[in-house]
């Protein structure tokens, strides 16, 4: 199985600031032949359901305010908030596809300073 | 609207038994693939199952193999999951969501979620 590792387990940031998650797969999640990293990144608030983020590693799913970024390839991953609004505080998981069991990262609380 | 909604769940003994189905609505439901989700209390998210959009193809986390049997009716646009030989490990708020497809092939990010269906084992 893919082991999907998330660091710092959380974080606090002020308004406006920066905050960074990062992601780390047991192996690569890119598959060569079509030279995609099967990751993805989900917000999820308190009593809410998951919501999709990116996908393909940096596909900014529609909708999603471009303050939000992901980057990242083969084993290592990072999802970006370039400027923290107040209601980005969420857990943030990443997911991989690449192969069943298709597993989450343990998540990432990200908070206001 | 593309929407998720599921039902079944409940407080179920050890060793029970529960079927959970998620209707969906606002897309071609046939078209693509399916997973359940769960989320224990105060924990993370665990990927439990997946099926294609036909229902031929099937895939379980270990925790649940043999267990859970995936499913889905076409016809009247529902997912299920049949959970047999529950265990208190089993507890947990089980979110349906809708994978994607790119020509013939599924791609099992999920980018719609149902509002979850809780799900207590417990004596």
């Known amino acids: 199985d893919i082991v999907m590792t998330q660091s710092p387990d959380s974080l606090a940031v002020s308004l406006g600031e920066r905050a960074t998650v990062n992601c780390k797969s047991s192996?690569?999640?890119?598959?060569?032949?079509?030279?995609?990293?099967?990751l993805a990144w989900y917000q999820q608030k308190p009593g809410q359901p998951p919501k999709l983020l990116v996908y393909w590693a940096s596909t900014r799913e529609s909708g999603v305010p471009d303050r939000f970024s992901g980057s990242g390839s083969g084993t290592d991953f990072t999802l970006t908030i370039s400027s923290l609004q107040a209601e980005d505080v969420a857990v943030y998981y990443c997911?991989?596809?690449?192969?069943?069991?298709?597993?989450f990262g343990p998540g990432t609380k990200v908070d206001i300073k | 609207e593309v929407q998720l909604l599921e039902s079944g769940g409940g407080l179920v003994q050890p060793g029970g038994s529960l079927r959970l189905s998620c209707a969906a609505s606002g897309f071609t439901f046939r078209t693509y693939g399916m997973s359940w989700v769960r989320q224990a209390p105060g924990k993370g998210l665990e990927w439990v199952s997946a099926i294609s959009g036909s229902g031929g193809d099937a895939y379980y986390a270990d925790s649940v193999k043999g267990r859970f049997t995936i499913s889905r009716d076409n016809s009247k646009n529902t997912l299920y999951v049949q959970m047999n030989s529950l265990r208190a490990e089993d507890t947990a708020v089980y979110y349906c969501?809708?994978?994607?497809?790119?020509?013939?092939?599924?791609?099992?990010?999920?980018?719609?979620w149902g509002k979850g269906t809780t799900v207590t084992v417990s004596s």
């Open positions: 997911q991989q596809y690449f192969t069943t069991p298709f597993t």
């Open positions: 192996q690569s999640v890119l598959y060569r032949s079509n030279n995609k990293n099967y």
């Open positions: 969501a809708k994978a994607n497809k790119r020509g013939d092939i599924y791609y099992y990010y999920m980018d719609v």
